[in-house]
């Protein structure tokens, strides 16, 4: 299976993902464009910041002539927006744009940091549960919020700093993470210890296990 029929495999397949996200994504093609990948990708994990197109190709490494085409392109769209600063055109996300929340959830779990955790995630052994809390899984994060990561489980940890860490430099962006063996963790939760309630109560972003799984352990 081609990358491109994958990424619209997996899009089909999300249950949260809405048909009219689904259908937005779709007329964006970016499974069809590698450079417009790495603009979502760059964007939606920085959605507060704005770039001016030499930066970006010098990100992206691509040259400039393509980025400005691109970004032309998404800015007639409607969900960029530009402002001149001098004489550097800067570009950002347009976040009152219509289904921005639905296609900033969607890139977050196809290419973003969501998907990068999930990868994270898949590739360390011994981990139960693994989810997002805070401000990232509320959808309320800045360019300056760190992400708040539960892991369950008895991962090598100094395995898992080393693909934190490595995450981290890429996205620009602190990653807190709590690890509990199934055990401690439960033995949390039976001293109620504010902290885990708490958590426990919050908006989540599940990369490995789901709500149930959580809820039958806190019962």
């Known amino acids: 299976m081609s990358k491109a029929a994958a990424f619209t495999k997996y899009l089909k397949e ?95 779990k196809t290419l973003g940091i969501e998907k990068s955790l999930r990868n994270i995630i898949e590739d360390t052994a011994n981990i139960e549960m693994a989810f997002v809390f805070g401000s990232f899984a509320k959808g309320e994060e800045d360019m300056l919020s760190d992400i708040d990561m539960m892991i369950i489980g008895n991962p090598d940890e100094d395995e898992f700093i080393e693909k934190v860490s490595k995450l981290e430099t890429e996205i620009s962006r602190e990653i807190n993470y709590h690890i509990y063996s199934q055990n401690d963790f439960e033995g949390r939760i039976r001293e109620e210890e504010p902290f885990i309630n708490n958590v426990i109560k919050s908006d989540k972003i599940f990369l490995k296990g789901a709500e149930d799984d959580l809820q039958r352990i806190a019962c």
């Open 14 to 108: 999300d249950t949260i993902v809405t048909q009219l996200g689904y259908i937005m994504i779709d007329l964006f093609n970016i499974h069809k464009s590698k450079l417009r990948r790495d603009l979502f990708r760059l964007y939606f994990n920085h959605p507060e910041k704005e770039y001016y197109i030499r930066e970006l190709a010098r990100i992206l490494e691509r040259p400039p002539a393509y980025v400005r085409r691109e970004l032309m392109i998404l800015q007639k769209s409607g969900l960029f927006t530009s402002e001149m600063k001098g004489n550097q055109k800067y570009f950002k996300l347009n976040d009152q744009y219509p289904l921005y929340k639905e296609i900033k959830s969607i890139i977050s």
